[in-house]
Nanobody
Framework: QVQLVESGGGLVQAGGSLRLSCAAS????????MGWFRQAPGKEREFVAA????????SYADSVKGRFTISRGNAKNTVYLQMNSLKPEDTAVYYC???????????WGRGTQVTISS
């Protein structure tokens, strides 16, 4: 399994932007599909975005399409989530995930808190 560490969370006003980063350990990062999930208080964890190993295929939850962008830098073993036009309902702990098969994840980070004020 790969070790994942998220960073970049914080408190921003509605309409603002944040960029989350997820640093992965291991020399096989470029072979992993990567994803972002989030969990709001009292709710189940939900899918946000995913990107395949080459970076050529992405998918997004309907709630974030057009506002969030997932990308990866294989040379830096890092995946990013650029979040624009943030809304209070985006408030959650955001988790990075990795897997061998696209959209199937078996390694998880500990999460980073994102809070959007209205």
């Amino acid at each position: 399994q790969v070790q994942l560490v998220e960073s970049g969370g914080g408190l921003v006003q509605a309409g603002g932007s944040l960029r989350l980063s997820c640093a992965a350990s291991g020399r096989t990062f470029s072979s992993y599909t990567m994803g972002w999930f989030r969990q709001a208080p009292g709710k189940e964890r939900e899918f946000v975005a995913a990107i395949d190993s080459s970076g050529g295929i992405t998918s997004y939850a309907d709630s974030v399409k057009g506002r969030f962008t997932i990308s990866r830098g294989n040379a830096k073993n890092t995946v990013y989530l650029q979040m624009n036009s943030l809304k209070p309902e985006d408030t959650a702990v955001y988790y990075c995930a990795a897997g061998v098969i696209f959209n199937v994840f078996d390694s998880w980070g500990r999460g980073t808190q994102v809070t959007i004020s209205s």
